[in-house]
């Protein structure tokens, strides 16, 4: 087994302990599933925005593709619009507290700031691997040092706070 295996069978051990003494046990639950349907009905409209932007390229006399940048929000818009009137038909069947979209944002936003320490880590994978160079040398204000060394404290950090909120019932 590797290393890996363990702090993640750790993790999640501690983790149910600490979810499953509280009330309302199922909230982290609900907003996970909520979050991967969400993400997963979102990659759907992606990918549907970009078949139909395909086909409209097709006839290139007449349609250009233009700024990518405004592309890319008019996507990111119309594929929230199209989330949120199916939350909303859901709504019907499902009842969404407040709670379980708070911690859904909190998965958004653990997320990303994940995946950017990831990419960090990855992109620059010679200067992460000397990282023990950069602390002896003392460029401690190298910005691939930081994002590695300190968003996932942010992480960590964040994820003691909504474990206490909830223990103190204030999500």
Not at 1 to 28: D, P, Q, W
Not at 90 to 98: L, W
Not at 99 to 112: A, G, P
Not at 120 to 141: D, M, P, Q, Y
């Amino acid at each position: 087994m590797h290393v890996t295996t363990y702090y993640v069978i750790g993790a999640i051990i501690v983790l149910i302990i600490a979810l499953f003494r509280s009330e309302h046990k199922f909230e982290f639950l609900k907003a996970a599933i909520l979050f991967i349907v969400q993400i997963f009905f979102s990659t759907i409209n992606f990918l549907l925005f970009f078949i139909i932007e395909y086909l409209l390229m097709q006839n290139k006399d007449h349609v250009n593709l233009g700024n990518l940048f405004l592309l890319l929000a008019a996507f990111v818009v119309l594929s929230g619009m199209f989330i949120y009137w199916g939350m909303r038909l859901a709504a019907h069947v499902f009842k969404f507290s407040t709670t379980t979209l708070t911690l859904v944002e909190y998965y958004i936003q653990w997320s990303l700031i994940y995946v950017t320490v990831y990419q960090a880590i990855f992109s620059n994978i010679k200067h992460i691997s000397s990282i023990t160079h950069f602390i002896r040398v003392g460029n401690f204000l190298d910005p691939n040092l930081i994002v590695v060394v300190i968003l996932p404290s942010f992480i960590s950090a964040w994820i003691a706070v909504i474990l206490y909120k909830k223990f103190i019932k204030a999500i």
